[in-house]
Protein backbone atom coordinates (compact mmCIF):
# COMPACT_ATOMS: atom_id res chain seq x y z
CA UNK A 1 0.00 0.00 0.00
CA UNK A 2 0.94 3.18 -0.96
CA UNK A 3 2.06 5.63 2.26
CA UNK A 4 -0.53 8.34 3.09
CA UNK A 5 0.16 11.38 1.83
CA UNK A 6 -0.04 14.62 4.14
CA UNK A 7 -3.84 14.90 2.86
CA UNK A 8 -4.84 11.55 3.27
CA UNK A 9 -4.00 11.81 6.87
CA UNK A 10 -5.94 14.64 7.71
CA UNK A 11 -8.75 13.80 5.84
CA UNK A 12 -8.74 10.74 7.81
CA UNK A 13 -8.91 12.59 11.22
CA UNK A 14 -11.32 14.90 10.19
CA UNK A 15 -13.71 12.10 8.72
CA UNK A 16 -14.62 11.77 12.74
CA UNK A 17 -15.52 15.47 13.25
CA UNK A 18 -18.60 15.05 15.46
CA UNK A 19 -20.32 18.34 14.03
CA UNK A 20 -19.20 20.72 11.63
CA UNK A 21 -15.28 21.48 10.49
CA UNK A 22 -14.03 24.95 10.50
CA UNK A 23 -11.09 26.34 8.29
CA UNK A 24 -9.35 28.98 10.51
CA UNK A 25 -6.64 31.77 8.72
CA UNK A 26 -5.31 34.58 11.21
CA UNK A 27 -7.30 37.37 11.90
CA UNK A 28 -7.69 39.99 9.28
CA UNK A 29 -7.11 37.45 6.50
CA UNK A 30 -4.52 38.19 3.88
CA UNK A 31 -4.08 37.16 0.14
CA UNK A 32 -2.07 34.30 1.50
CA UNK A 33 -4.44 33.19 4.60
CA UNK A 34 -7.36 33.79 2.15
CA UNK A 35 -5.99 31.67 -0.61
CA UNK A 36 -4.78 29.13 1.55
CA UNK A 37 -7.98 28.57 2.85
CA UNK A 38 -9.73 28.88 -0.09
CA UNK A 39 -7.48 25.80 -1.60
CA UNK A 40 -7.59 23.54 1.57
CA UNK A 41 -11.90 24.10 1.54
CA UNK A 42 -11.95 23.02 -1.88
CA UNK A 43 -10.02 19.73 -1.19
CA UNK A 44 -11.53 18.68 1.80
CA UNK A 45 -15.25 19.01 -0.19
CA UNK A 46 -13.42 17.17 -2.79
CA UNK A 47 -12.62 14.66 -0.31
CA UNK A 48 -16.25 13.95 0.60
CA UNK A 49 -16.13 15.98 3.54
CA UNK A 50 -19.23 18.21 3.36
CA UNK A 51 -19.99 20.33 6.56
CA UNK A 52 -17.04 22.46 6.00
CA UNK A 53 -17.01 25.96 6.04
CA UNK A 54 -13.94 28.91 7.10
CA UNK A 55 -14.37 31.12 9.38
CA UNK A 56 -11.92 34.18 10.57
CA UNK A 57 -11.86 37.14 12.76
CA UNK A 58 -11.78 40.90 12.98
CA UNK A 59 -12.37 43.02 9.75
CA UNK A 60 -10.89 42.18 6.44
CA UNK A 61 -9.45 45.40 5.75
CA UNK A 62 -7.03 45.40 2.24
CA UNK A 63 -8.53 46.13 -0.80
CA UNK A 64 -7.00 43.31 -2.44
CA UNK A 65 -8.12 40.91 0.01
CA UNK A 66 -11.70 42.41 -0.54
CA UNK A 67 -11.15 41.89 -4.44
CA UNK A 68 -10.31 38.31 -4.14
CA UNK A 69 -13.52 37.37 -1.88
CA UNK A 70 -15.19 38.86 -4.45
CA UNK A 71 -13.22 37.27 -7.75
CA UNK A 72 -13.06 34.29 -6.56
CA UNK A 73 -16.18 34.02 -4.46
CA UNK A 74 -14.96 32.62 -1.19
CA UNK A 75 -16.83 31.45 1.05
CA UNK A 76 -15.66 33.07 4.21
CA UNK A 77 -17.53 33.99 6.98
CA UNK A 78 -16.32 36.14 10.25
CA UNK A 79 -16.42 34.66 13.88
CA UNK A 80 -19.79 36.53 14.90
CA UNK A 81 -21.84 35.52 12.02
CA UNK A 82 -21.12 31.58 12.90
CA UNK A 83 -24.39 31.12 14.56
CA UNK A 84 -23.75 27.47 14.50
CA UNK A 85 -19.95 27.44 15.47
CA UNK A 86 -19.34 25.36 19.08
CA UNK A 87 -17.39 23.35 21.37
CA UNK A 88 -18.66 20.67 19.34
CA UNK A 89 -16.85 22.05 15.92
CA UNK A 90 -13.26 21.04 15.35
CA UNK A 91 -10.98 23.59 13.30
CA UNK A 92 -8.00 23.47 11.22
CA UNK A 93 -5.81 26.03 11.69
CA UNK A 94 -4.18 27.52 8.24
CA UNK A 95 -1.36 30.35 7.86
CA UNK A 96 -1.26 30.51 12.01
CA UNK A 97 -1.18 28.75 15.00
CA UNK A 98 -2.92 28.31 18.49
CA UNK A 99 -1.11 30.87 20.44
CA UNK A 100 0.06 33.48 18.60
CA UNK A 101 -1.13 37.18 19.29
CA UNK A 102 -2.61 37.29 15.51
CA UNK A 103 -5.61 34.77 16.08
CA UNK A 104 -8.60 34.47 18.15
CA UNK A 105 -9.17 31.54 20.18
CA UNK A 106 -12.57 30.06 18.85
CA UNK A 107 -14.67 27.86 21.04
CA UNK A 108 -13.77 24.90 18.51
CA UNK A 109 -11.87 22.09 19.16
CA UNK A 110 -8.39 23.00 17.06
CA UNK A 111 -7.61 19.32 16.30
CA UNK A 112 -4.92 20.73 13.04
CA UNK A 113 -2.92 23.23 11.62
CA UNK A 114 -1.15 23.91 8.42
CA UNK A 115 1.29 26.88 8.79
CA UNK A 116 4.29 28.28 7.38
CA UNK A 117 5.12 30.93 10.55
CA UNK A 118 7.79 30.06 13.29
CA UNK A 119 6.78 26.55 15.04
CA UNK A 120 4.67 27.57 18.10
CA UNK A 121 4.65 23.93 19.58
CA UNK A 122 1.91 21.06 19.42
CA UNK A 123 -1.08 23.19 21.09
CA UNK A 124 -3.16 19.84 21.18
CA UNK A 125 -2.95 19.53 17.24
CA UNK A 126 -3.52 15.81 15.85
CA UNK A 127 -2.16 16.92 12.60
CA UNK A 128 0.60 19.16 12.43
CA UNK A 129 1.79 20.63 9.18
CA UNK A 130 4.17 24.00 10.32
CA UNK A 131 7.29 24.75 7.49
CA UNK A 132 8.84 28.28 8.49
CA UNK A 133 11.28 27.26 6.16
CA UNK A 134 8.47 27.79 3.29
CA UNK A 135 7.48 31.64 2.28
CA UNK A 136 3.70 30.91 1.93
CA UNK A 137 1.24 28.83 3.28
CA UNK A 138 -0.30 28.96 -0.28
CA UNK A 139 3.04 26.52 -1.91
CA UNK A 140 2.04 24.18 1.11
CA UNK A 141 -1.72 23.58 0.17
CA UNK A 142 -0.76 23.86 -3.93
CA UNK A 143 1.46 20.91 -2.75
CA UNK A 144 -1.55 19.23 -1.28
CA UNK A 145 -2.79 19.16 -4.53
CA UNK A 146 0.09 18.16 -6.82
CA UNK A 147 0.74 15.24 -4.44
CA UNK A 148 -2.32 13.92 -4.77
CA UNK A 149 -2.67 14.50 -8.44
CA UNK A 150 -6.18 16.59 -7.98
CA UNK A 151 -5.57 19.54 -10.39
CA UNK A 152 -6.71 22.82 -8.85
CA UNK A 153 -9.48 24.39 -10.54
CA UNK A 154 -8.07 27.48 -12.13
CA UNK A 155 -9.60 30.23 -9.83
CA UNK A 156 -7.84 28.09 -7.13
CA UNK A 157 -4.78 27.69 -8.74
CA UNK A 158 -4.93 31.67 -9.37
CA UNK A 159 -5.83 32.60 -5.26
CA UNK A 160 -2.78 30.17 -4.47
CA UNK A 161 -0.59 31.94 -7.50
CA UNK A 162 -1.58 35.20 -6.09
CA UNK A 163 -1.00 34.07 -2.42
CA UNK A 164 2.85 32.89 -3.08
CA UNK A 165 3.61 36.36 -5.01
CA UNK A 166 2.33 37.96 -2.08
CA UNK A 167 3.18 36.26 0.89
CA UNK A 168 6.99 36.26 -0.84
CA UNK A 169 7.10 39.94 -2.39
CA UNK A 170 6.96 38.35 -6.16
CA UNK A 171 9.64 34.78 -5.38
CA UNK A 172 12.13 37.73 -3.64
CA UNK A 173 11.38 37.65 0.33
CA UNK A 174 11.75 34.02 2.11
CA UNK A 175 10.92 31.81 -0.40
CA UNK A 176 12.37 28.25 -0.70
CA UNK A 177 12.19 25.68 -3.31
CA UNK A 178 8.76 24.98 -2.46
CA UNK A 179 7.29 28.36 -3.68
CA UNK A 180 9.16 28.59 -6.76
CA UNK A 181 8.22 24.57 -7.12
CA UNK A 182 4.67 25.40 -6.48
CA UNK A 183 4.81 29.11 -8.86
CA UNK A 184 5.89 26.68 -11.89
CA UNK A 185 3.25 24.33 -11.44
CA UNK A 186 0.24 26.97 -10.66
CA UNK A 187 1.79 29.25 -13.04
CA UNK A 188 0.56 26.86 -16.09
CA UNK A 189 -3.20 26.50 -14.31
CA UNK A 190 -3.87 30.54 -13.56
CA UNK A 191 -5.65 33.16 -14.97
CA UNK A 192 -2.69 36.02 -15.42
CA UNK A 193 -4.99 38.71 -16.05
CA UNK A 194 -7.07 37.79 -13.11
CA UNK A 195 -3.58 38.55 -10.84
CA UNK A 196 -3.13 41.53 -13.62
CA UNK A 197 -6.35 42.78 -11.77
CA UNK A 198 -5.56 41.85 -7.88
CA UNK A 199 -2.50 44.31 -8.75
CA UNK A 200 -4.91 46.68 -9.62
CA UNK A 201 -6.62 46.85 -6.68
CA UNK A 202 -4.21 46.63 -3.97
CA UNK A 203 -4.76 50.13 -2.49
CA UNK A 204 -7.88 52.18 -2.04
CA UNK A 205 -7.91 55.79 -2.74
CA UNK A 206 -8.36 56.35 1.16
CA UNK A 207 -5.64 54.14 1.87
CA UNK A 208 -3.51 56.70 -0.56
CA UNK A 209 -4.53 59.49 2.01
CA UNK A 210 -3.32 57.17 4.62
CA UNK A 211 -0.15 56.41 3.07
CA UNK A 212 0.70 60.39 2.00
CA UNK A 213 0.34 61.04 5.84
CA UNK A 214 2.28 58.49 7.21
CA UNK A 215 5.53 59.02 4.56
CA UNK A 216 5.62 62.57 6.54
CA UNK A 217 6.96 60.95 9.39
CA UNK A 218 9.25 58.57 8.38
CA UNK A 219 12.88 58.95 9.93
CA UNK A 220 15.87 57.32 9.14
CA UNK A 221 19.07 55.99 11.49
CA UNK A 222 21.83 54.69 8.98
CA UNK A 223 19.83 51.43 7.79
CA UNK A 224 16.73 51.79 10.02
CA UNK A 225 13.70 53.57 8.74
CA UNK A 226 10.70 54.23 11.40
CA UNK A 227 7.52 54.85 10.23
CA UNK A 228 4.22 56.29 12.31
CA UNK A 229 0.85 55.39 10.55
CA UNK A 230 -2.46 56.91 11.66
CA UNK A 231 -4.98 54.01 11.28
CA UNK A 232 -6.93 51.31 12.27
CA UNK A 233 -5.74 49.19 9.44
CA UNK A 234 -3.61 46.34 10.46
CA UNK A 235 -2.53 45.45 6.93
CA UNK A 236 -2.02 49.12 5.67
CA UNK A 237 0.75 48.70 8.30
CA UNK A 238 2.91 46.21 6.60
CA UNK A 239 2.21 47.36 3.31
CA UNK A 240 3.11 50.86 4.13
CA UNK A 241 6.51 49.39 5.39
CA UNK A 242 7.13 47.52 2.70
CA UNK A 243 7.60 50.72 0.47
CA UNK A 244 9.86 52.18 3.58
CA UNK A 245 11.91 49.24 3.27
CA UNK A 246 12.27 49.64 -0.47
CA UNK A 247 14.10 52.88 -0.15
CA UNK A 248 17.57 53.13 -1.45
CA UNK A 249 19.86 52.51 1.93
CA UNK A 250 17.01 51.39 4.31
CA UNK A 251 17.09 47.82 4.49
CA UNK A 252 14.93 46.98 8.46
CA UNK A 253 11.90 48.96 8.78
CA UNK A 254 9.72 49.81 12.41
CA UNK A 255 6.03 50.83 11.25
CA UNK A 256 3.83 51.38 14.27
CA UNK A 257 0.13 52.44 14.92
CA UNK A 258 -1.49 53.74 18.14
CA UNK A 259 -4.46 52.76 19.13
CA UNK A 260 -6.94 52.94 22.01
CA UNK A 261 -6.03 49.20 22.78
CA UNK A 262 -2.22 49.89 22.51
CA UNK A 263 0.89 49.86 20.07
CA UNK A 264 0.62 47.73 16.89
CA UNK A 265 4.02 47.33 15.51
CA UNK A 266 4.98 45.84 11.77
CA UNK A 267 8.90 45.19 11.02
CA UNK A 268 10.52 44.38 7.89
CA UNK A 269 13.74 43.71 7.11
CA UNK A 270 16.01 42.85 3.90
CA UNK A 271 19.04 43.00 6.13
CA UNK A 272 20.98 39.23 7.21
CA UNK A 273 22.21 40.86 10.01
CA UNK A 274 19.20 41.84 11.50
CA UNK A 275 15.96 39.37 11.52
CA UNK A 276 12.48 41.35 11.77
CA UNK A 277 11.09 38.72 13.93
CA UNK A 278 14.13 39.01 16.51
CA UNK A 279 14.09 42.79 16.90
CA UNK A 280 10.27 42.80 17.27
CA UNK A 281 11.04 40.36 20.23
CA UNK A 282 13.64 42.67 21.40
CA UNK A 283 10.75 45.68 21.02
CA UNK A 284 8.09 44.57 22.77
CA UNK A 285 10.35 42.68 25.55
CA UNK A 286 8.94 43.03 28.87
CA UNK A 287 5.46 44.63 27.62
CA UNK A 288 3.79 42.65 24.87
CA UNK A 289 4.12 40.11 22.40
CA UNK A 290 5.61 40.03 18.96
CA UNK A 291 6.86 37.17 16.80
CA UNK A 292 7.05 36.48 13.00
CA UNK A 293 9.73 35.44 10.14
CA UNK A 294 12.84 36.58 8.78
CA UNK A 295 12.16 39.44 7.24
CA UNK A 296 8.51 40.35 7.96
CA UNK A 297 6.99 39.97 11.87
CA UNK A 298 4.77 41.78 13.95
CA UNK A 299 3.94 42.76 17.23
CA UNK A 300 1.78 44.62 19.95
CA UNK A 301 1.90 46.18 23.35
CA UNK A 302 -1.11 47.16 25.20
CA UNK A 303 -1.86 50.41 26.66
CA UNK A 304 -1.68 49.30 29.98
CA UNK A 305 2.16 48.49 29.83
CA UNK A 306 2.66 52.27 28.18
CA UNK A 307 3.03 54.58 30.82
CA UNK A 308 2.52 58.11 29.45
CA UNK A 309 6.32 59.67 30.75
CA UNK A 310 7.66 56.95 28.58
CA UNK A 311 6.77 58.57 24.95
CA UNK A 312 5.73 55.65 22.27
CA UNK A 313 7.84 57.11 19.43
CA UNK A 314 10.77 58.09 21.73
CA UNK A 315 10.73 54.46 23.53
CA UNK A 316 10.36 52.50 19.54
CA UNK A 317 13.72 54.11 18.20
CA UNK A 318 15.22 53.86 20.87
CA UNK A 319 14.85 50.51 21.54
CA UNK A 320 15.36 49.67 17.58
CA UNK A 321 18.36 51.45 17.76
CA UNK A 322 20.24 49.68 20.97
CA UNK A 323 19.20 46.39 18.75
CA UNK A 324 20.60 47.59 15.39
CA UNK A 325 24.09 48.57 17.26
CA UNK A 326 24.32 45.58 19.24
CA UNK A 327 23.68 43.46 16.27
CA UNK A 328 27.30 44.56 15.58
CA UNK A 329 27.61 45.94 12.02
MN1 LIG B 1 1.29 33.59 5.15
Known amino acids: ?55 YDLEIEKTNSLKMLELFKVPMIRAADAHTLGTEDW ?41 PETGSCSAIIAEYYFENDIVPPREIAT ?12 LTRGANTL ?66 VSVAGVNIVVAYAIRDTGVKLSVRSTSPRIKANDLVRYLVEGTGVGGGHDHMAGGFIPIEKLTSDRLIDTFLKHRAIAFYEGAGK
Open 1 to 55: MDTPTKLDVLVDILKDAPDEIFIQPHNVPDPDAISSSLGLYYLLNHKGLKKVRIV
Open 91 to 131: AVLVDAQKGNANITDLPTDEVAVIDHHQYMGNQGYRFEDVR
Open 159 to 170: ALLYGIFMDTSD
Open 179 to 244: DIDMFYKLYNLADIPMIAELRGNEISKKDLALYAEAFKTVETYDELGFLRLTSSNDSLLGAAGDIV
